[in-house]
């Protein structure tokens, strides 16, 4: 039966296997995929998110120490957006992948662009 089915697919005719919508099966462990390339960059997130707050709470505790304090703050506010934008756009890029492929590709740039 696959055997025939094959030559029923013509040369022109390209159909991804690894893909959701032609192969409903691998829909759970697309998702499974998914949802470990969010937490993944979600816990780097975290990481440098606590670095932003740190820094908000040392210059906030010790403002004496720094000749122009609100830049220091600036930078604190700056770094958490950054990384909750950064987190957002990630999970935009990875809910609109078909492959899991294509998942994994998406949570290797973004976990690089999170990291520099």
Not at 15 to 43: D, E, G, K, Q, R
Not at 86 to 103: D, F, P, R, W
């Amino acid at each position: 039966m696959l055997l025939a089915s094959a030559y029923l697919i013509s040369a022109n005719d390209e159909i991804n296997i690894y893909n959701v919508s032609t192969n409903p099966n691998l829909a759970v462990p697309l998702y499974i995929c998914m949802f470990w390339a969010c937490m993944f960059v979600h816990f780097n997130c975290i990481c440098t998110m606590r670095n932003g707050m740190k820094m908000l709470q040392h210059v906030t505790f010790h403002s004496d120490q720094y000749q122009h304090p609100g830049w220091m703050i600036f930078m604190g506010v700056f770094l958490c957006i950054a990384t909750f934008f950064c987190e957002v756009v990630n999970i935009i890029n990875i809910l609109n992948q078909s492959t899991i492929q294509g998942t994994a590709l998406g949570f290797a740039a973004f976990e690089v662009f999170v990291t520099i």
